[in-house]
């Protein structure tokens, strides 16, 4: 539900960007669009902008490599989690074009989510973040050989122009961690009485 506050977030941002004579491709305006519904549904995963009380409370978990072990079901879901944001983000930036470009984006990402996970929406474990992080770069990966076989001119039109790739991309970021924590949490408990 959060998703919906974004829409007209992402309305604004594209129709400044035309207004300011930086106008995005269609196929890149909705390549975006599609990428933030990832990103909700990411957090969404992870448990976060679903109470509505914000208490520190961690519950960490700092030993590398046993949980992967115990539990590789889980271990594999956490790569999974992040494949998409590895493609998505050389598809639609020509900055990204590079493993550790992508690596760091997919590490900075998952931190955050480990970090908000502290306000009691769940557990930080430092194995999410390899996982994670790996799930980063066999995103990339998809992406390089799913670029053998994209028309060039269809990449193109998928790539940002004429602005900075990692503004937009830390823009949306940020913009979903905040509806998420804020307007998600309050649409949940007060609108739809999901206690």
């Excluded at 990832?38 to 969404?44: I, R, S």
Aim: net charge positive; with cysteine.
């Amino acid at each position: 539900s959060g998703y919906l506050f974004m829409i007209p977030v992402f309305a604004l941002y594209f129709l400044w960007l035309g207004k300011s004579g930086r106008t995005q491709s269609f196929l890149h305006t909705a390549a975006v669009f599609v990428f933030g519904y990832y990103l909700f549904g990411l957090l969404t995963v992870t448990g976060i902008g679903f109470t509505s009380t914000m208490n520190f409370h961690p519950n960490i978990s700092w030993t590398p490599f046993i949980g992967m072990i115990t539990g590789p079901v889980d271990t594999l879901l956490n790569v999974i989690l992040f494949v998409p944001l590895g493609f998505f983000l050389p598809l639609l930036y020509k900055r990204y074009h590079n493993m550790k470009t992508v690596a760091l984006s997919g590490f900075l990402v998952s931190f955050a989510v480990e970090f908000f996970q502290m306000f009691d929406w769940g557990s930080s474990d430092i194995n999410d973040l390899i996982t994670n992080t790996v799930g980063a770069c066999v995103g990339f990966w998809a992406y390089c050989l799913f670029s053998r076989i994209l028309p060039t001119s269809l990449k193109k039109q998928l790539q940002s122009r004429h602005l900075n790739a990692t503004t937009e991309f830390f823009l949306i970021t940020i913009c979903t961690f905040v509806i998420m924590v804020t307007a998600q949490t309050w649409f949940v408990h007060s609108v739809l009485n999901i206690p």
